[in-house]
DNA sequence: CGTAGCATGTAAACAGTTACATGATTGT
DNA sequence: ACAATCATGTAACTGTTTACATGCTACG
């Protein structure tokens, strides 16, 4: 059996060192955080709602990781002013620790798994119709990951961190592009098995 | 209402449904769906706490999907009573609506990735480890996920689902199988990467 | 016999995380 | 009105801990 993994906090935390994680390499304010950071760079890796990274960075501030400060808005002159958030040296310790300290795996929970595991309850074309529209939609977020995967190869991306950042970054996406594309790959095997009549009734 | 669209976590929701599907097949006690269905059946495709069954199981009842009943102890002699629940009509009706329409993709969230994503940080040893370790959960993982599998597979798995039910199930534990199959290999590239020195200093 | 431990079965309290909606501010 | 930026409010789900009730079993 796999050990049950008991962790309290789950892999929440993980939030607070990813932010830890941006701001190692200058302040960055919340929005910037949300629609720069989370929302393209690490859309492949971890989502953040808006709400959530605000009231975190709070949390940090509160806490001591990162200190906050007002500054000019950056569209232009006259937008309202943000805060920038800057990492500090005890955020700076906390995000070396987690990094170099292997993380628990993540809970298995596949919505799309669960409903097959109980598929037997529905008619075969229904069954197909599901697993055809389930492939569409990785088959998208496929296409969606290749386009990221080729955004993190552009030569344009200098980001002061030399070879070794964008190395590992190309290496997240490669994982979510080898993913998508095995389990395409199983959803093919599964529609050719519905077809030659897994799916139907055996009298 | 059900909103047809992701919701919290990631379709939590699936949790009702499963207990759901279980109790199709008849009168299940909440132990037993915790013990039976989620820690061994289920295994691959969702986890719940112990807690979380007896919760969700109260308010399917508050809500008509379920009803339940005292019953005497399975063991017959002595053990406590239980509460046997039973699917009612608009809990089958609930299932089938859940399971004939398609589900919404999970949140993309792993913990390990997003450690990778920041490990520039990290000397090239210790991102060698890190990636050692995971290779080794991964694969252990994989070992249980083929135990799960010949389990599937054994012939005594009678339950008057007749064919279908135990195909659908063998396709999820394929699916697990392969995902995890694919992780290992994709670790053992990263390794190499590492290796030939992708995370030396360039300098 | 007593009692201590243990397995079964259920339940509630509490804290942490996420999602979605809404509001407030400021200047074009 | 609209966009950028920040903030709050609410609800849901998850996991941990603790507690309770019952009866079996083992040990002295």
Redesign the interface.
Known sequence: ??RPISLGTG?AI?LE??IL?FL?RGPVSGYDLKTRCFDSD??????ADQAQVYRTLDRMRARGLVTSRSAASKGGRGRPDRRLYTITDAGRAE??G???Q?????????????????????PAD??LS?LR??RA??QS?LDWLRRRAEAVTSPDREDS?????P???K??V???V??A???I??LD??IE?VHAG??E??G
Not at 42 to 47: G, K, P, V
Not at 105 to 122: H, I, V
Not at 161 to 165: F, I, L, N
């Open positions: 059996m796999c892999g993980s060192h990813a994680g190692e690490l859309a492949h890796c971890w989502t995000l070396a987690w990094l170099s292997a993380a628990a795996p993540p809970p298995l929970r596949d919505p799309f798994l669960l409903q097959l595991f109980f598929a037997a309850e529905l229904r069954v599901l529209e389930e939609a990785r977020r961190d030399g070879e070794r950042a190395a590992f970054r290496m997240t490669a994982a979510a080898a993913a594309r095995t389990s790959d199983w095997d599964c098995a897994i799916g009734e055996t």
